[in-house]
């Protein structure tokens, strides 16, 4: 009897080793996977003293920049010029320019005007540039409420004559742009367009038109062109979008809803996130961020190529900067979250955030909000993200003491060779029709990080790809089909934790303790009975 007690013993000891050790394991994993959050925050970016590129007496604002296939980082923007020196309003005595301007690391070019147009409806509006692995560099703005697209050698880009005429992407009443170029040269292309409304689903609005966010892409260089497709389709305004591209292909889209620029007409609702795994023929079905509530705005995001995205984006009654994230390439979130130590701006109409990834896999954040009380002047700010935890805000930029019209506004961040950060934005009245002055900012810094070679040149192909026809491009995913819609809001998640990629390991050890714990329990069982016998 003796004998059987002590094997009985010796075998539940055994199997409640087993279940400790799995416990262990999983209290050791949740610690490392939960304290990834309070894990060493990237450290403080040093960047350099800013500098202004726009020139003294220009009205410049809205910049955007990129780095082409020689690391040099190519900047545009627009500008009003008005005719008699005094005119500022949007008149007919204002010629409106796009203006280009490259940095080698050491020195600027001198700023040059590569697209002018002449009065209110020609004005160059809204201009955006990337670079492929060729030598090309290809830029967007609207020309009369039309988006159009010209492309230049990057080599040659300085001048006005390098550049293609411009060719026409949108219909009627177009407004913001965004262009992308992927490892394999196709050009990708966002804009917003005026659609119109029926009685239905425009219940409540003010105007008979709204926008819609429209995608197209080229596989040739921009020859050729797919038919327009409408990435949103939803019953309110779309605005504000992005598109930014991974190093493994995947295409990520994002946009805000509710608020109408073109028709000025509603009020910022929500951010939504679209992705496409095979170079923008069909897409995802859309993320909704209505966290913590539906009135966000300023949705940014952006990829490492590797499965981890992150989005962030303002709820701005609360002038706090939100985020989440995905280890699986965006099909599914972890609890969203408030950055700590930043005060967003509260609700800016025309203003935005941008994100790039360097080639450690940490994510650069660059906003314009403040550290301190409402009464502290903005500025612009960088956050980094390495996977656990938020950088401190560190201020790239803040106005000097003056004038309360002297503040900053979309910040637009690009990286080069996989460890230095460029970022640009604009200072100034926000004034429309009588701004005193406007002006183009540029700083620079580098992380550690990794340095990657300058991409190779790949060989151009000798005759283009011919694009399918449009029946075969995709199809339209309209965001009001919410069945089929991850919706991120206050009711989705527990805003106090954060999940990391451990998460499925650990809750996969937790689920294995009960189980084993009952097997365990029935052997013991089952060999005392025997040992009776």
Same mark, same amino acid.
């Given at each position: 009897?003796?004998?059987?007690?002590?094997?009985?013993?010796?075998?539940?000891?055994?199997?409640?080793?087993?279940?400790?050790?799995?416990?262990?394991?999983?209290?050791?994993?949740?610690?490392?996977?939960?304290?990834?959050?309070?894990?060493?925050?990237?450290?403080?970016?040093?960047?350099?003293?800013?500098?202004?590129?726009?020139?003294?007496?220009?009205?410049?604002?809205?910049?955007?920049?990129?780095?082409?296939?020689?690391?040099?980082?190519?900047?545009?923007?627009?500008?009003?010029?008005?005719?008699?020196?005094?005119?500022?309003?949007?008149?007919?005595?204002?010629?409106?320019?796009?203006?280009?301007?490259?940095?080698?690391?050491?020195?600027?070019?001198?700023?040059?005007?590569?697209?002018?147009?002449?009065?209110?409806?020609? @004005?160059?509006? #809204?201009?955006? &540039?990337?670079? *492929?692995?060729? /030598?090309? =560099? $290809?830029? +967007?703005?609207?020309? %009369? !409420?039309?988006?159009?697209?010209?492309?230049?050698?990057?080599?040659?880009?300085?001048?006005?004559?390098?550049?293609?005429?411009?060719?026409?992407?949108?219909?009627?009443?177009?407004?913001?742009?965004?262009?992308?170029?992927?490892?394999?040269?196709?050009?990708?292309?966002?804009?917003?367009?005026?659609?119109?409304?029926?009685?239905?689903?425009?219940?409540?609005?003010?105007?008979?038109?709204?926008?819609?966010?429209?995608?197209?892409?080229?596989?040739?260089?921009?020859?050729?062109?797919?038919?327009?497709?409408?990435?949103?389709?939803?019953?309110? @305004?779309?605005? #504000?979008?992005? &598109?930014?591209? *991974?190093?493994? /292909?995947? =295409? $990520?889209? +994002?946009?805000?809803? %509710? !608020?109408?620029?073109?028709?000025?007409?509603?009020?910022?609702?929500?951010?939504?996130?679209?992705?496409?795994?095979?170079?923008?023929?069909?897409?995802?079905?859309?993320?909704?961020?209505?966290?913590?509530?539906?009135?966000?705005?300023?949705?940014?995001?952006?990829?490492?190529?590797?499965?981890?995205?992150?989005?962030?984006?303002?709820?701005?009654?609360?002038?706090?900067?939100?985020?989440?994230?995905?280890?699986?390439?965006?099909?599914?979130?972890?609890?969203?979250?408030?950055?700590?130590?930043?005060?967003?701006?509260?609700?800016?109409?025309?203003?935005?955030?941008?994100?790039?990834?360097?080639?450690?896999?940490?994510?650069?954040?660059?906003?314009?909000?403040?550290? %301190?009380?409402?009464?502290?002047?903005?500025?612009?700010?960088?956050?980094?993200?390495?996977?656990?935890?938020?950088?401190?805000?560190?201020?790239?930029?803040?106005?000097?003491?003056?004038?309360?019209?002297?503040?900053?506004?979309?910040?637009?961040?690009?990286?080069?060779?996989?460890?230095?950060?460029?970022?640009?934005?604009?200072?100034?009245?926000?004034?429309?029709?009588?701004?005193?002055?406007?002006?183009?900012?540029?700083?620079?810094?580098?992380?550690?990080?990794?340095?990657?070679?300058?991409?190779?040149?790949?060989?151009?192909?000798?005759?283009?790809?011919?694009?399918?026809?449009?029946?075969?491009?995709?199809?339209?995913?309209?965001?009001?089909?919410?069945?089929?819609?991850?919706?991120?809001?206050?009711?989705?998640?527990?805003?106090?934790?954060?999940?990391?990629?451990?998460?499925?390991?650990?809750?996969?050890?937790?689920?294995?303790?009960?189980?084993?714990?009952?097997?365990?329990?029935?052997?013991?069982?089952?060999?005392?009975?025997?040992?009776?016998?």
């Amino acid at each position: 009897m003796e004998q059987i007690r002590k094997k009985y013993l010796l075998t539940f000891r055994i199997g409640m080793v087993m279940a400790l050790t799995i416990v262990g394991v999983h209290a050791r994993l949740s610690g490392e996977g939960r304290g990834r959050v309070h894990a060493q925050s990237p450290q403080p970016v040093a960047w350099s003293q800013p500098q202004m590129v726009s020139g003294e007496g220009a009205l410049a604002w809205f910049p955007d920049l990129t780095v082409d296939n020689v690391g040099n980082v190519h900047v545009v923007w627009e500008t009003m010029q008005p005719e008699d020196g005094q005119s500022t309003a949007y008149t007919n005595q204002v010629t409106y320019k796009l203006m280009h301007r490259v940095w080698d690391g050491q020195r600027w070019s001198a700023p040059n005007d590569v697209f002018a147009s002449r009065g209110r409806g020609g @004005g160059v509006l #809204r201009e955006t &540039i990337s670079a *492929d692995n060729a /030598g090309y =560099v $290809y830029a +967007t703005h609207a020309l %009369g !409420w039309q988006v159009v697209f010209m492309k230049a050698l990057a080599a040659e880009s300085l001048s006005a004559t390098a550049w293609s005429e411009p060719r026409q992407m949108s219909g009627e009443m177009a407004y913001m742009s965004d262009v992308a170029v992927d490892d394999q040269g196709a050009i990708h292309l966002i804009y917003d367009q005026w659609v119109p409304i029926g009685a239905s689903t425009g219940e409540g609005s003010s105007s008979q038109q709204l926008s819609d966010l429209f995608y197209r892409r080229s596989e040739d260089g921009g020859r050729t062109w797919s038919s327009p497709m409408n990435l949103s389709n939803s019953p309110v @305004g779309a605005t #504000r979008g992005q &598109i930014k591209i *991974d190093g493994g /292909g995947t =295409v $990520y889209v +994002t946009w805000d809803e %509710g !608020w109408d620029r073109l028709a000025l007409d509603g009020e910022p609702e929500v951010g939504v996130l679209i992705f496409s795994t095979d170079g923008g023929q069909t897409w995802s079905t859309p993320t909704i961020f209505a966290y913590p509530e539906s009135k966000n705005s300023q949705l940014a995001a952006a990829s490492d190529g590797r499965g981890r995205v992150l989005a962030a984006w303002q709820a701005w009654s609360q002038q706090a900067i939100y985020y989440t994230w995905s280890t699986d390439g965006g099909r599914s979130w972890a609890p969203p979250d408030r950055i700590p130590g930043f005060i967003a701006t509260g609700l800016t109409l025309f203003d935005a955030y941008d994100m790039a990834v360097d080639s450690a896999g940490n994510f650069h954040l660059v906003a314009v909000g403040r550290e %301190g009380p409402e009464s502290d002047r903005l500025g612009v700010y960088h956050l980094a993200w390495n996977g656990a935890s938020w950088s401190k805000p560190v201020q790239i930029y803040k106005a000097p003491e003056g004038p309360a019209y002297a503040d900053s506004y979309y910040p637009k961040i690009a990286i080069g060779r996989g460890n230095r950060l460029y970022a640009t934005w604009w200072v100034g009245d926000f004034s429309a029709e009588a701004p005193r002055f406007r002006q183009i900012w540029f700083s620079t810094a580098q992380v550690d990080a990794p340095e990657t070679p300058l991409p190779p040149t790949p060989t151009p192909a000798p005759t283009p790809t011919k694009m399918p026809t449009p029946a075969t491009v995709a199809t339209s995913v309209p965001i009001s089909a919410a069945v089929e819609s991850l919706t991120i809001t206050s009711s989705t998640f527990d805003p106090g934790v954060i999940y990391t990629e451990n998460d499925d390991v650990l809750l996969l050890l937790a689920s294995l303790v009960p189980p084993v714990l009952i097997v365990l329990g029935v052997v013991v069982v089952r060999r005392g009975r025997r040992r009776r016998r």
